[in-house]
C-alpha cells in the first residue's frame, strides 16, 4: 500500500511544490526548481522499491541519457519560442527529444561516456539558449484550476 501512494502522490506533490515556489520566487526559482527530477526521482524510486536495485541502476543509466534529450528539447523549445507561439515550440521540441532518444537508444555507452556527454550537452545548451529578458513579465493570476491540473498531468505521467 505505501509504493502505491508513493507513486501516486509524490510526484505531483514535488509538482505542485514546485509551481508554489516559482510563484512566491519568481520565474528563475521556477526554472531551476523545474529541472530538478521531480518526476523522474520518485519513478525511479518505485521502479527500485518494485523491481530491485539492479533494476534501479540500469533505470537510472537510462535515464542519464534522457537528459541529453531533455537538454536538446529545452534548446529546440526555446529557440523556436523566438519565432513561434507556444504549441509550435513544444511540437517541435518534442519532434527533437523523440529523435534524440531514437538516436541515443541505439547506442551502448558506458556510463562515464554518457556522463561526459550530458555535461557537454548541458554546456553546449547554456549557450545555444536565447538569452533571458532583463526583467521578465509579471505572472499573470493563473486560473484556480491551475495547481490541481499540474498535479493531474505529473500523475498522469507516473
Do not use: N, Y
Not at 529546440?76 to 527533437?96: M, Q
Not at 533571458?132 to 513579465?137: G, L, N, S, V
Amino acid at each position: 500500500m505505501a509504493v502505491v501512494l508513493t507513486k501516486l502522490l509524490l510526484a505531483p506533490a514535488c509538482v505542485v511544490a514546485v509551481s508554489l515556489a516559482g510563484r512566491r520566487w519568481g520565474v528563475a526559482v521556477a526554472g531551476i526548481l523545474g529541472g530538478l527530477p521531480v518526476v523522474a526521482g520518485p519513478i525511479l524510486v518505485v521502479l527500485t522499491l518494485l523491481h530491485g536495485q539492479s533494476f534501479g541502476a540500469e533505470a537510472a543509466a537510462g535515464t542519464l541519457l534522457g537528459l541529453a534529450a531533455l537538454t536538446l528539447f529545452v534548446v529546440v523549445f526555446g529557440k523556436a519560442s523566438e519565432r513561434v507561439g507556444p504549441v509550435p515550440s513544444l511540437l517541435a521540441g518534442w519532434t527533437a527529444f523523440l529523435l534524440a532518444i531514437a538516436i541515443l537508444r541505439q547506442l551502448d555507452l558506458p556510463l562515464g561516456v554518457s556522463l561526459i556527454l550530458v555535461a557537454a550537452g548541458f554546456a553546449a545548451g547554456r549557450i545555444l539558449l536565447p538569452a533571458p529578458a532583463a526583467r521578465p513579465a509579471p505572472i499573470a493570476a493563473l486560473p484556480w484550476w491551475d495547481l490541481p491540473a499540474r498535479a493531474l498531468a505529473a500523475l498522469t505521467l507516473v
